[in-house]
């Protein structure tokens, strides 16, 4: 029999028959080819996989869990740290305390899904390795220690995250958002939108604020910054974001909606960014090569929903995102065809902005020395001189 078929697959009789197999052996192959397969197996499937394994243990054989904490696996760590947790409670917490603390990065981040199980009395001993590990490279420990960190509502942690939003790097400004949002720090919600708006990782932020919220909340909070959110996570497919989001995100029924009910200048950039965009996405077979049917049929289906709006209409409500102050006026240049509407922004003070003005105009043939020469005069940055330099 093959086992990995079996657990993975239909037939009742055989995928109990497999789980058993692989918690009573235990089964240490079998798994390692369950979590070498994640990346390819449907969620609906491993999550399945979890089920059977849980029905498969019991006070007899739970212990055999722990052979599987070499091979760290985000889809069975919730069931291997509830099986434990269930049968072993707090009496295995010395066991999974010396995991966390002298394991390696898979044993530690199993061990801290456990912990996130346990009463918060039994984890102060634990706190300082928990805010270390917390910050570590490895994600899944990272992950499951800050999870831990919000379970026991610990200040110290979180603060020192919200102080990181002030760095001037922005790799630790993304860090902190990532630290935030897996607290679940819905306080911080403004803070990281703020962020978002003026860092040079904004798609990747945006992202993560979606994990934090729902667009409905974020549109009827602020619905410009709700957009803008959007603008980012569109902007982001599928470089940084899978074109799945289509999907997770509903994006038919939103811009169905925009459209229809709620057109702006904003929510009009955004549609027309979403037109450009899933037009892309369908005529380049690459960018849809690993997504499953259901997703493919989503951006041919939004595709055709796009092609129906009044590109015009579109196009002449985004030149009011069209100065300086706008926090869509680098999406909205991109749109821009008016000449001496774009010129108006040479004399901006933010000279990134200038930059890509200049390179618009290039790249509709309307770029003229006096323009480069206006720009130059008041760019005080090497690198963009240079670069303005040579358009």
Request: hydrophobic residues 40%; proline residues 2%.
């Amino acid at each position: 029999m093959d086992l990995f078929k079996a657990i993975t697959g239909k037939d009742t009789a055989l995928y109990e028959q497999a789980a058993k197999l692989l918690v009573n052996t235990p089964n240490i192959d079998l798994f390692r080819k369950l979590v070498k397969q994640d990346d390819f197996l449907f969620d609906f499937v491993k999550n399945n996989v979890a089920k059977r394994i849980q029905k498969a243990c019991n006070h007899d054989n739970y212990k055999n869990l722990f052979s599987f904490f070499s091979y760290y696996s985000p889809s069975y760590d919730t069931v291997i740290a509830e099986v434990l947790y269930q049968y072993g409670g707090i009496e295995l917490l010395p066991k999974i305390k010396d995991y966390y603390i002298n394991g390696n990065n898979n044993e530690k981040a199993y061990a801290a899904k456990f912990l996130s199980f346990v009463p918060n009395e039994h984890l102060q001993d634990v706190l300082t390795e928990i805010r270390e590990y917390a910050k570590s490279d490895y994600e899944p420990l990272s992950v499951n220690s800050i999870e831990i960190l919000a379970k026991l509502k610990d200040c110290v942690s979180k603060n020192e995250a919200i102080q990181n939003l002030n760095s001037q790097d922005a790799f630790i400004q993304y860090d902190a958002v990532r630290f935030l949002v897996t607290y679940g720090a819905k306080d911080c919600l403004q803070l990281i939108i703020k962020i978002m708006k003026q860092s040079t990782l904004s798609e990747n932020i945006a992202s993560e604020i979606l994990c934090l919220t729902t667009i409905p909340e974020l549109i009827n909070e602020n619905f410009d910054d709700g957009i803008l959110v959007l603008c980012n996570i569109v902007n982001a497919i599928p470089e940084i974001i899978s074109p799945s989001a289509a999907l997770d995100y509903n994006f038919f029924e939103l811009f169905d909606e925009l459209y229809c009910n709620q057109l702006n200048s904003s929510s009009a950039l955004l549609l027309r960014m979403a037109k450009d965009k899933f037009e892309a996405l369908c005529e380049n077979e690459e960018y849809l090569y690993d997504c499953d049917k259901n997703t493919k049929e989503e951006v041919f289906a939004i595709k055709n929903l796009l092609e129906g709006v009044n590109i015009n209409k579109l196009n002449n409500l985004l030149y009011e995102e069209l100065y300086e102050e706008s926090d869509f006026v680098f999406f909205a240049v991109d749109y821009a065809d008016n000449i001496e509407e774009l010129e108006t922004l040479l004399d901006s003070k933010n000279q990134t902005l200038v930059l890509k003005v200049l390179t618009r105009l290039k790249e509709k043939s309307a770029l003229t020395i006096e323009q480069k020469k206006l720009a130059l005069n008041s760019i005080t940055n090497y690198d963009i001189k240079q670069i303005i330099e040579v358009l």
